[in-house]
């Protein structure tokens, strides 16, 4: 357990299982009792062993449909997710929602009308473990009213230690707890919380071998599909390394299966995933096949649009800036998060680049992409970092110019390194760093877009638009949202659009018959 620095919770008065009374044990794990509660746990997270990256090889399974007696569980029942945090949880939702509907559940917006309800967790900073704890406690009163409602919780949070303990002894209401590495294990687990009494924990420490074939439910024109699954580069504020395992990558051929299949069914846009999607294949014991090559392979399949994410300034190699400099469906947008622009903090970071490096990343993309959209992840208030050392950051923000940027105040995260270090700047000076970074950025989004002004861009209509029936949305090739007029029956197409009124956050701008002086890269 980490000590605590201001805004880490304590968590350690949740640890001490001593007083809990083992009922019995067996082969199929421990049966204990909290304040009164039964809890049946299968496994539990562990900070050590989430940390050891064994040598093992990780197998992959394709044998993964639903077992027979299993497809009508959910028969006449609903069940109702949500979700918190990136986009690779947001993707094991729709796998978790293709499961339940091939057990015959039917999905809910309304909790009300429930029957399971699971909350997809992030634990990436405290705020966000903040709004489970606090949806936890609305929860709790359905439950009373509807003592039959299975209420579970996934995702991240469930992978850490101090957060299961936690929902064991003040959330007793929950029936499930389960982990990234089982989410193919869901109903077997909800066989278990309907038959059982008790709580049920199943939540594997160890990755475990990567599962293919499992059902997905997509919505929508655009997909995600995971290249590969974890993370070994344990930057020093990240608790994801040990939320989500060591870095494994879905063999080629099957990535490629699954993306000629999603063309078929006609999605417009598909986004590659991966915590690091740089690493994708340095596993591989039996080939030599790298991000740059897959990228390769995919620009040949007759989808649109090709986005990533997220990059990892190290491993981003000079093969893969060639490989997308080739365009095609290869969009001209690539997130690569800074995290800080002071080589000494990145040091601290653990990032294993300096700020030259980065800016060398940045001048070769820049050059074989001139017209690039770059975008970034920026953390203010690391642990010790000097008003020199963020002024860096501003000064790198500047020679860079992103277009966007997500921006945080560092959150210690309990179990991670950088939790143990020292952290003399108050909250107030973070407060102001932020403000300060922001500003900048957006000084520099909305000049950007300036840049954009009378260009005729490509735009995938998404539909119409929230505040007015009108108006269309869409988003441009760098991802930019685009506001214009035009006929709902657009929407799914692509269509040229004129910028007209370029903004901060948004475009304005209107449609154009012929695509005359289009600039396919925007
Ligand atoms: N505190 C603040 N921000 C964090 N991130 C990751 N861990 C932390 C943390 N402990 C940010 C990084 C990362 C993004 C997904 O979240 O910028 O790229
Ligand atoms: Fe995604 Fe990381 Fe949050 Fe997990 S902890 S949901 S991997 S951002």
Redesign the pocket.
Known sequence: MSKSTPGNKDYSKYFDFSNAKVLHEDEHGKHIRVNGREIHIVSQPSYREEKRRGKEDVQVLYDNGIPEEMKHLGQGKHYHITT??????EHDTEVMRGMFEAMGYTSTEDRDEADVILLN????REN?EDKVFGELGHLKHLKLEKPSLILGVC??MSQEESVVSRIMQKHSFVDLIFG?HNIHRLPQLLKDAYFGKEMVVEVWSKEGDIIENLPKKREGLRAWVNIMYGCDKFCTY???PY??GKERSRRPQDVLAEIRDLARQGFKEITLLG?NVNAYGKDFTDLTYSFGDLMDDIRKIDVPRIRFTTSHPRDFDDQLVEVLAKRGNLVEHIHLPVQSGSSEVLKKMSRKYSREHYLELVGKIKQAIPDVVLTSDIIVGFPGETDEQFEDTLSLVREVRYDSAYTFIYSPRAGTPAAEMEDNVSMEVKKVRLARLNELLNEIGRERNEELRGQVVEVLVEGVSKNNAEMLSGRTRTNKLIHFKGHASLSGDFVHVRVTEPQTWVLKGELVQEPERANPAV
């Open positions: 918190y945090g990136c986009q690779m949880n967790t992030c634990a990436i966000a995702g991240c990234t990240c608790i994801v939320t989500r915590q």
